[in-house]
């Protein structure tokens, strides 16, 4: 198994892999009369509904992993009709949104199969929709709950006006019920796609390091790694692995477009590599 080097480079200029047809700053624009109204309606039910207790009950369900079993490709093929509603960037398949991520990295790192590998399946655990779970439930920007939402979260957390959390003065304050530090392995997150697989590969046979997996369990939290919010809740750990959430943002990102790549000419290489680092059946 390749080890994994401790420091990454961050390309300061996006615009390597960024799509010509579209600049930096029209990526994540958020601002409420620029965003289609389905995105307004996620975030809005999302903040509404994203309590402690849901997060928690969501948690304990679906890390049961008795929903599915299937290989990992098999999960992305799943994506192939999915569209994510919560995203003003794209309206394309979530797989093909996949495989012009890992493409992006495979460019740029090509020597890092287990970042290539990573970027294919970041978003696999958006399978919770095929299957029933409400794409508010699912999809965007992760928070963490129990304790005050940031200013930096999408709409300036004017949404959770009606959340029952706001209301308890347990859970509305700053650290709410963490203390100072206490890393984010300990903080609850609003229920997504993120923690989802993050659980399915930890319950199940994985190769990938761990720095990967901070990758997959924290690519939504843009408040964290973009917004530079909640370090307070953050140990040192959680501070080193920033570097590769950050590096791997910008291809999650501005990879973002309409051109669709050749997926059958592309797949026999990631099948290679999900064997390699995800073999055999998983249970989801």
């Not at 999960?75 to 398949?93: M, R, Y």
């Not at 720095?211 to 973009?226: K, V």
Request: proline share 6%.
């Amino acid at each position: 198994m390749p080890t994994t080097p401790e420091t990454v480079s961050i390309h300061a200029d996006p615009s390597e892999y960024r799509p010509e047809h579209k600049e930096k700053e029209n990526f994540r624009d958020f601002r409420i009369h620029n965003v289609p109204e389905r995105v307004v309606r996620t975030y809005q039910a999302m903040h509404t509904n994203q309590t402690l207790a849901y997060a928690k009950g969501k948690l304990e369900q679906w890390s049961k992993l008795d929903h599915a079993e299937m290989t990992i490709m098999e999960a992305l093929d799943k994506l192939n009709t999915f569209l994510d509603e919560s995203d003003p960037d794209v309206d394309i398949p979530n797989a093909v949104h996949a495989f012009q991520t890992a493409e992006g990295i495979r460019k740029m790192h090509p020597d890092k199969e287990w970042l290539q590998l990573t970027a294919l399946i970041h978003d696999i655990g958006k399978v919770m929709a095929i299957w029933g779970e409400p794409q508010w439930s699912v999809v965007g920007d992760t928070f963490p709950v129990g304790c005050a939402p940031s200013k930096k979260i999408v709409f300036d957390a004017e949404l959770f006006k009606d959340n029952p959390n706001m209301h308890d003065s347990k859970l509305n304050t700053r650290l709410g019920i963490y203390q100072e530090n206490c890393g984010l392995e300990n903080v609850i997150m609003s229920w997504g796609h993120d923690e989802y697989l993050y659980r399915v590969l930890k319950g199940n046979t994985c190769h990938l390091p761990e720095e990967a997996l901070y990758i997959i369990r924290f690519h939504s939290f843009y408040p964290w790694h973009t917004g530079g919010d909640y370090m307070y809740l953050c140990n040192k750990k959680d501070i080193e692995m920033m570097t590769w959430v950050r590096e791997f943002n910008q291809f999650d990102l501005y990879t973002k477009c309409p051109d669709i790549p050749d997926l059958d000419s592309l797949k026999p290489y990631y099948q290679t590599l999900a064997e390699k680092y995800i073999p055999g059946v998983l249970r989801w």
